[in-house]
């Protein structure tokens, strides 16, 4: 589990240089001194959770997401990772009735709809940040960020320099030359997940062993296994 580094202003001079344990330490002061309701409370503990993590609500299923810093992405295990969390920093404060008000509040947080929960259009989502291909000929490759909402990255680092001799060579042995660009091209048509303009299939027709699966398990290693579908043609 990794929180996030909060940066936002802090409201009381010096509190950014506390430390998340210091700051759960009053917390768990505020739950036992009788001055201070509940209410008052548990307040603390949602602001110190939005501190520590960047929260998102999916609008059509009202699953809560959280961001993950190393991979980029939001995750649809917040409430697991945050019912731990919680358990251990209110430790005997953290009672049943105090964690479904605790998820109240933190479900009615921001939430976004499916359509603008998967990213932004011409950018892919990559393990070593963000790969902005509005410009296909001058790709840009940017930070990983929490306010461009990808689910999905692909599990391939970008690399302007890579080649890919192995590749070529196979497709120099399993197809004939008219079609080699048009399988290169499908490759990065498969890429456009935002929206599929072209509104085509490829379909790939030869004898066994002739490289069919070989191109498909290239293709599927590429976009990951999560993100790819493997159904027959009957189906």
């Known amino acids: 589990e990794k929180t996030k580094t909060s940066t936002e202003p802090q409201t009381n001079e010096g509190e950014s240089e506390i430390s998340p344990v210091a700051k759960w330490a009053k917390i768990q002061q505020s739950y036992a001194d009788p001055d201070i309701s509940l209410k008052g409370a548990r307040a603390k503990a949602v602001r110190q959770i939005h501190d520590e993590y960047d929260l998102l609500v999916h609008r059509q299923s009202e699953t809560l997401y959280r961001y993950d810093e190393d991979d980029g992405i939001y995750r649809d295990d917040a409430e697991r990772v945050l019912r731990e969390r919680l358990n251990r920093c209110l430790e005997k404060h953290f009672t049943r009735n105090e964690q479904n008000e ?14 603008e929960f998967r990213g932004p259009e011409k950018m892919l989502c990559v393990e070593n940040g963000v790969l902005d291909i509005s410009t296909p000929d001058q790709p840009v490759l940017e930070n990983h960020s929490s306010d461009l909402h990808f689910r999905r990255r692909f599990p391939v680092q970008y690399d302007p320099d890579a080649d890919c001799p192995r590749f070529k060579q196979f497709l120099d042995e399993v197809v004939y030359d008219d079609d080699r660009a048009k399988l290169q091209e499908f490759v990065g048509y498969c890429l456009h997940y935002w929206g599929m303009p072209f509104n085509r299939a490829l379909m790939l027709t030869g004898p066994t062993h002739s490289g069919k699966s070989t191109f498909l398990n290239v293709v599927a290693a590429l976009l990951g296994e999560d993100n790819v579908a493997r159904q027959s043609l009957q189906d």
């Open 102 to 115: 605790i998820f109240h509040r933190l479900n009615s947080t921001k939430s976004i709809p499916a359509d």
